[in-house]
């Protein structure tokens, strides 16, 4: 079994300050790791994801996120963000020959003007 | 190039009634994925649909089942509805793979049961 826990559940960050938001995984297997934003009222959109290879993932908008297997972590970060990234986060796993995605509850980025 | 669409967007039901959810999958996409999103909540995996075939499933009773047609396009049928079945429902398409393949969401259906 497999499951995402996101430590913070409301994140609230001044404008143009940098942000972590925090995922932590665990699984028996290797696993496929992914970053969704959900906009009010909106479907959620793929951020970034960690198939194999480098560590490092760099997404859209700004976004990048740290694969970390010691730690079993999969932290999403930005450096300087802006009004328009209040959304909600979700950070997601699976693995090889399953495309089942097992999601954490969320994030809430709250940007302050 | 249209995305994953849904349809309705917003469903008002009663207790006990039966409902019925919509999605087309992104062109070129053979995979549908259906999700339930309770508020305040991540999405849970309801069940997937490959080839016409329920390929995969979550921990979700009977009540739910679907269907998929010819065109990829997908069917999700909710029966004897529970105010609990209340939730933001989300479809997924993807195209065949292993498993890292994205998945790309529609806006969802917003099931209020009463």
């Known amino acids: 079994a497999q499951s995402v826990t996101q430590l913070d559940s409301q994140v609230p960050v001044f404008e143009e300050a940098p942000v972590e938001l925090r995922c932590n995984y665990s699984s028996s297997v290797s696993v496929y790791l992914f970053w969704y934003v959900q906009y009010p009222n909106q479907g959620l959109q793929l951020l970034l994801k960690?198939?194999?290879?480098?560590?490092l993932v760099k997404g859209i908008n700004g976004f990048e996120a740290e694969f970390n297997k010691s730690q079993t972590s999969f932290h999403l970060r930005k450096p300087s963000v802006h009004i328009s990234d209040t959304a909600e986060y979700f950070c997601a796993v699976t693995h090889f020959g399953n495309e089942k995605l097992t999601f954490g509850t969320g994030t809430r980025l709250t940007i302050i003007p | 190039d249209a995305g994953v669409t849904q349809s309705p967007t917003h469903l008002i039901k009663t207790r006990g009634q039966q409902v019925t959810l919509r999605c087309s999958p992104k062109s070129g996409h053979d995979t549908v994925s259906w999700y339930q999103q309770a508020l305040g909540q991540g999405p849970q995996f309801i069940f997937q649909?490959?080839?016409?075939?329920?390929?995969q499933r979550g921990n979700f009773p009977d009540r739910f089942s679907g269907h998929q047609f010819p065109n990829y396009s997908s069917e999700l049928n909710v029966n004897a509805l529970l105010l609990g079945d209340s939730a933001l429902y989300l479809c997924?398409?993807?195209?065949?793979?292993?498993?890292?393949?994205?998945?790309?969401f529609g806006p969802g259906t917003r099931l209020t049961v009463l």
């Open positions: 997924a398409s993807s195209s065949k793979g292993t498993g890292g393949d994205t998945q790309y």
């Open positions: 649909y490959y080839e016409e075939e329920e390929r």
């Open positions: 960690y198939l194999s290879g480098s560590t």
